[in-house]
């Protein structure tokens, strides 16, 4: 049931969705500047908790400073974050093979994961597969042979199956991962939302409560059902996926949708 909007300026901590929520594409949506200054004004926080792994938290500072927004790594809690902490507790010491972007695999380097993206590797015993803007043929094949042939186990970074841009929508990682099942007959083990991790994280990091809490995305099966699994209050917003009858039938269905972000804000203020 949609709680009265007004409950919602007691809330703190605002865990924040990027695609679709606040920026499409290379844009920052209107009034996203200004909510996350006074966010920060009052004493609380905001952070971003994105399965868009295409990117590393320095590249997203370097994003977001160009958009004229502030931040920090105190600021982003990603799925390349949820990603690290999974493989570090599963395959310590083991090879990874991942088909994701260069930025992935630096950040995965950078957290001690062994990874190679050599298909003839011997070794492998986990298949990584992410949202890849920078995917070809080769790398759909070689990830194919490497889950046909060889006995690993198989993780992708999210569900998602699209991503907003400026045109409209493009295959994310669920959608990636839908045309390699029908070659090779395996689905993935999907980590980040809607998984808890970055939602439990990130309250640990800022010692808010879950009540002044909220989750905000625009993705119903990720974002919402996420801050629904975390005990978390959630508010869609409706400049991405979801609309607004999807969100109202939902049974995991958000506690607050407003038009945008900056509908958001206003309510907040």
């Known amino acids: 049931m949609l709680q009265d909007n007004g409950f919602i300026k007691d809330k703190r901590l605002f865990l924040l969705d990027i695609d679709g929520t606040v920026c499409i594409g290379q844009r920052l949506i209107d009034g996203t500047r200004e909510f996350l200054k006074a966010v920060k004004n009052s004493g609380g926080q905001f952070a971003f908790i994105t399965n868009n792994s295409t990117r590393s938290i320095e590249d997203y500072i370097l994003s977001f400073q160009k958009l004229g927004v502030m931040t ?51 070794d492998i015993a986990c298949v990584l597969v992410s949202y890849d803007n920078q995917l070809t043929y080769e790398k759909i094949q070689d990830t194919c042979q490497v889950l046909s042939t060889c006995k690993v186990d198989y993780l992708a970074t999210n569900l998602d199956y699209v991503c907003p841009i400026e045109f409209g929508y493009v295959p994310d990682c669920g959608a990636i991962c839908q045309m390699l099942e029908h070659a090779v007959k395996r689905k993935p083990i999907y980590l980040g939302k809607p998984g808890t991790a970055m939602v439990d994280y990130a309250l640990k990091l800022n010692h808010f409560s879950r009540e002044e809490t909220l989750v905000v995305g625009d993705r119903l099966y990720t974002d919402i059902l996420c801050g629904h699994n975390a005990g978390v209050e959630t508010a869609l917003v409706l400049t991405g996926e979801a609309t607004r009858e999807e969100g109202e039938a939902c049974e995991y269905g958000p506690d607050y949708i407003f038009r945008s972000i900056e509908e958001l804000y206003k309510a907040w203020l």
């Open 72 to 122: 920090d790594y105190t600021n982003f809690v990603t799925a390349s974050f949820a990603t690290v902490q999974y493989l570090k507790k599963h395959y310590d010491g083991k090879l990874i093979y991942v088909m994701g972007t260069k930025s992935l695999i630096r950040e995965l380097k950078k957290n001690k994961i062994h990874v190679t993206t050599d298909c003839m590797d011997e």
